[in-house]
């Protein structure tokens, strides 16, 4: 099943104006991060948050972490075009040793209007 | 500081060739992972692995596919006899340590077959 899922699948907002993406997840996690990927490239990371964080910031970019929701959000404010691309959060499930691989969820892709 | 790096960038294979696919971490990072990506769809976990060593693979398809991560090298994810359905964007990916660190992720190469 599913670990991690962004919420919508897509946006289109107007330059300026601000982005609000979210993310659900299942188990338990010792983190969640956002990643950024633009058309035909590889994945940028953006933030990680850690399971006992509650909202973390890096420029424009703000991540709140609701762990007994299971439920993040990232918001961008002040949206410039060069924003446009797909957004993905990805968990590291808290499995107790297991994998150590994220799970990424299918992605908002986000288009900013000029 | 040069990123993690990935080659081919492109490959297109017949069915039934082999595919060999390359990955040089980040200076100073010893974990690699490996993720494919489906058209439309987010990433998934394939293997996990330290140098020398697969820690997790539960995410690989238990035939045709392979991963290694020799002392010295880049890793090497290999697909034997490819069929249409192997073709995607596979992702590596690495980071400092396993647990709580940022993953970074190189360009990706894009896995055609025809």
Known sequence: SQQGEEDPQALSIQEGENATMNCSYKTSINNLQWYRQNSGRGLVHLILIRSNEREKHSGRLRVTLDTSKKSSSLLITASRAADTASYFCATDPDSGGGADGLTFGKGTHLIIQP | NAGVMQNP????????????????????????????????????????????????????????????????????????????????AYFCASSGRGYFYEQYFGPGTRLTVT
Do not use: T
Request: glycine fraction near 8%; hydrophobic fraction near 30%.
């Open chain 2, 9 to 88: 960038r492109h490959l297109v294979r017949r069915r039934g060739q082999e595919a060999r696919l390359r990955c040089s971490p980040m200076k100073g990072h010893s974990h690699v992972y490996w993720y494919r990506q489906l058209p439309e769809e987010g990433l998934k976990f394939m293997v996990y692995l330290q140098k020398e060593n697969i820690i997790d693979e539960s995410g690989m398809p238990k035939e045709r596919f392979s991963a290694e991560f020799p002392k010295e090298g880049p890793s090497i994810l290999r697909i034997q006899q490819v069929v249409r359905g192997d073709s995607a």
